[in-house]
């Protein structure tokens, strides 16, 4: 007897797991991406139709005989999903550790950043502090050295008056022209940077003596003087003379000027006075000719070299002579 054949029935037929599920879960692309990465089977595939992967795993009544076996299969794909779930659970309480302790640390240097900065702006605002204090250190400093410039320059210039002043005492007694005649014009100078400080009782001694000094020297200067063109001996101390009466104030320059050129006209007064036979208009000629020889005379014996050329005597007499003869 022949037993009939059973009928294969596919798969698709046997209903699984009841009615379908008319909602399905929806993932976000992030998460599906993620689930894809950590799956390694075709069972994990979110878009997997589970109807249609039963009847391809068993497409005939026989093969139901595996069923034990794909249950075992997914049930040790499920375990090893749990336990990489169950790592990266780990992993992620780790990581989140981690990143709390990192996150800690990161608030730690900022406050010392902070602090830091703080620091460097309270620096910041010392040392502008510093440099104000500085500045103005540095300004009461120049201050200072100008007055202490100021002050070495006075007692410098105070030294070259009083040794000035003791010197041209021993000068006069001496008759030393030249060493007047080189001095006398610094210390002169010198006298005039005082004149703020005239008040001052040891100031106005020194302007005293020097003052006396001037008066006593131009007394016996112009006696020198004279006596010297008197005896015609005419040297190079006579120039220092002129050059004493050029720096002397007063009318010492003047006085001998006048002087020296009436001596040299003494004989045309004497000639040619109104009431002498030469003061006729007919003998204007003959005075002129006096006169050029006279002036001749003072060229050619070197009288005119013994006066500074400054004191233009040879114009000097010419004048007076004009102004006698008129």
């Known amino acids: 007897m022949t037993t009939p054949s059973m009928k294969e029935t596919p798969a698709d037929e046997v209903e699984v797991g009841g009615p379908k599920e008319e909602e399905e879960l929806k993932l976000s692309e992030t998460a599906e991406a993620a689930i894809k990465e950590m799956c390694h089977t075709e069972f994990c595939r979110p878009d997997q139709e589970l109807t249609a992967q039963i009847n391809e795993l068993f497409p005939t009544e026989q093969s139901l005989a595996q069923l034990d076996t794909v249950i075992a299969a997914v049930e040790a794909e499920i375990h090893d999903l749990d336990v ?8 992620h309480d780790e990581i989140g550790a981690q990143g709390e302790a990192a996150l800690q640390e990161a608030q730690k240097a900022m406050v010392e950043l902070e602090r830091r900065i703080d620091s460097i702006r309270g620096k910041t605002r010392s040392s502008d502090e510093i440099v104000r204090e500085m500045t103005r250190d540095i300004k009461q400093l120049d201050v200072a050295k100008r007055n202490l410039t100021s002050s070495i320059t006075t007692l410098h210039h105070l030294h070259i008056l009083l040794t000035g002043v003791d010197s041209l005492a021993v000068w006069v007694d001496q008759r030393d022209y030249a060493s007047i005649a080189r001095q006398l014009p610094a210390i002169l100078n010198v006298l005039q940077l005082f004149d703020d400080f005239q008040e001052v009782e040891q100031m106005a001694k020194i302007t005293n003596r020097l003052n006396k000094l001037k008066q006593s020297l131009t007394v016996q200067l112009a006696g020198d003087m004279k006596a010297v063109f008197q005896a015609g001996q005419l040297s190079e101390r006579v120039t220092d003379m002129c050059r004493v009466a050029a720096a002397l104030e007063g009318t010492v320059k003047a006085n001998f000027c006048k002087w020296f050129i009436d001596q040299q006209l003494a004989e045309y007064t004497v000639l040619y006075a109104e009431n002498e036979e030469g003061a006729w208009l007919d003998k204007i000629e003959e005075r002129y000719k006096w006169y ?32 006698v003869t008129k």
């Open 84 to 91: 990489e779930l169950a790592s990266l659970v780990e992993s």
């Open 292 to 323: 050029v020889r006279k002036l001749t005379d003072f060229e050619r014996s070197g009288l005119a070299k013994v006066f500074p050329a400054d004191w233009d005597m040879g114009r000097l007499m010419t004048k007076e002579f004009c102004n």
